[in-house]
């Protein structure tokens, strides 16, 4: 069935917000995050940032690597169980099996097209990595060996997302087009956008459906029966806005979209029509990406280390957005 945006308006006031803003100590630009269990996580970001948190993201330590140089940006982090992985740039991939105790680097070939962009723990000595170039290899054993799936790299990506069922889309450097690929395809499919905007950022909601933001604050879902067609763009936050740049499901019903300038709209249909939370919408920080580990857990990177913690209706709890707002340092 096509979801369609065509009611979408101006949005209108969300009348709880479930996130609490938190402040973590370091100002660095958080990447990804990834948990081992409900309380236990890291997170990882630029200046070789790595923090771990016992408490479900409560609160986060700093954890020091003893790597040669601390200019590595630290692009992704996956756990499944207590084996994990980070990767990042100048080229550069870590292992651990005992939940981050201890962790190793495994070199990886001069060769190897692109930086390490993207990584996801696929099962014991599994995982599938990613480059900035879209190269996609997969590893059976731990990191010794790696394959790759397909035969050409698509080029530089402004970002690529991976669907549960290990399909992947990327958008192109410039937002121009976006390719997709399937387990199985020798090489990346290329599409052209569905509008005259350049594209912003894409990923994939709920049965494999693709959502699309461009440029402008738009937003457009395809077709799962036909991916070719896409539903009109529509501005969730009403005309001129300012731009969206992620959107995740918490429930098939319930998705988020976030934004710049403390933009965070809510759609309780599965995306027909939006609200916003302006709770947050002084919260000095840009949202860059939405993360839902189950849907009782999430969080929202912002800027300069503030994080949105999901914690439910905040109408049940005994605090509220504006007090930690009114917390944070100028």
């Known amino acids: 069935m096509m979801l369609l945006c065509t009611s979408c308006g101006f949005s209108t006031t969300l009348d709880f917000n479930p996130w609490e803003v938190m402040e973590l100590p370091s100002d660095s630009m958080v990447l990804d995050m990834s948990f081992i269990s409900p309380k236990h996580g890291w997170l990882v970001g630029s200046d070789a940032t790595l923090m771990e948190t016992l408490d479900g993201g409560r609160s986060w330590q700093p954890r020091t690597l003893a790597l040669d140089t601390g200019d590595y940006?630290?692009?992704?982090?996956?756990?499944?169980?207590?084996?994990?992985?980070?990767?990042?740039?100048?080229?550069?991939?870590?292992?651990?099996?005992?939940?981050?105790?201890?962790?190793?680097?495994?070199?990886?070939?001069?060769?190897?097209?692109?930086d390490p962009n993207t990584i996801y723990a696929l099962g014991p000595s599994r995982a599938e990595m990613t480059t900035n170039i879209g190269?996609?290899?997969?590893?059976?054993?731990?990191?010794?060996?790696?394959?790759?799936?397909?035969?050409?790299?698509?080029?530089?990506?402004?970002?690529?997302?991976?669907?549960?069922?290990?399909?992947?889309?990327?958008?192109?450097?410039?937002?121009?087009?976006?390719?997709?690929?399937?387990?199985?395809?020798?090489?990346?499919?290329?599409?052209?956008?569905?509008?005259?905007?350049?594209?912003?950022?894409?990923?994939?909601?709920?049965?494999?459906?693709?959502?699309?933001?461009?440029?402008?604050?738009?937003?457009?879902?395809?077709?799962?029966?036909?991916?070719?067609?896409?539903?009109?763009?529509?501005?969730p936050q009403g005309r001129n806005s300012v731009g969206l740049l992620d959107l995740a499901f918490r429930t098939p019903q319930e998705a988020w979209l976030s934004g710049g300038s403390g933009s965070l709209l809510c759609s309780l249909?599965?995306?027909?029509?939006?609200?916003?939370?302006?709770?947050?919408?002084?919260?000095?920080?840009?949202?860059?990406?939405?993360?839902?580990?189950?849907p009782s857990q999430g969080f929202i990177i912002g800027q300069q280390g503030i994080l949105l913690r999901y914690v439910g209706d905040v109408q049940s709890t005994a605090f509220t957005t504006s007090d930690l707002i009114a917390a944070l340092p100028l």
Do not use: C
């Open 135 to 235: 190269a996609i290899y997969q590893t059976q054993d731990g990191g010794k060996t790696w394959k790759a799936l397909v035969q050409e790299a698509v080029g530089v990506v402004r970002n690529i997302s991976r669907s549960p069922q290990g399909e992947y889309v990327a958008v192109s450097s410039r937002g121009s087009f976006y390719s997709t690929w399937k387990p199985g395809q020798a090489a990346w499919e290329p599409h052209n956008r569905n509008s005259s905007r350049r594209v912003q950022n894409m990923g994939f909601g709920t049965d494999g459906q693709l959502w699309m933001l461009v440029n402008g604050g738009k937003l457009s879902f395809n077709d799962i029966t036909d991916p070719e067609t896409w539903s009109d763009p529509v501005s």
């Open 73 to 114: 940006r630290f692009n992704s982090v996956s756990f499944s169980g207590q084996e994990g992985w980070i990767v990042g740039e100048p080229t550069i991939l870590l292992h651990t099996t005992d939940g981050g105790q201890s962790w190793s680097e495994i070199p990886l070939s001069a060769k190897l097209p692109g």
């Open 269 to 294: 249909d599965g995306g027909k029509t939006w609200k916003k939370d302006r709770d947050v919408t002084n919260v000095p920080s840009n949202f860059y990406k939405i993360l839902f580990f189950s």
